[in-house]
């Protein structure tokens, strides 16, 4: 299960097995799932990732 961040006043959604956060929480969950099927990143989910200004 993803984990909701508050940052900003913005609401984040960090995947628990590589730490890469998400402005959507499907994102998150799919890039979720991928780490824990691969046990590796996949960049076209990766790509949807938060800006790194949002992240900071």
Do not use: D
């Amino acid at each position: 299960m993803v984990k909701t961040i508050q940052q900003q006043g913005k609401e984040l959604y960090r995947c628990k097995e590589c730490g890469f956060m998400y402005a959507e929480k499907e994102w998150a969950e799919k890039c979720e799932a991928w780490c824990k099927e691969h046990k590796s990143c996949n960049i076209e989910i990766i790509a949807h990732g938060a800006p790194p200004h949002v992240v900071q």
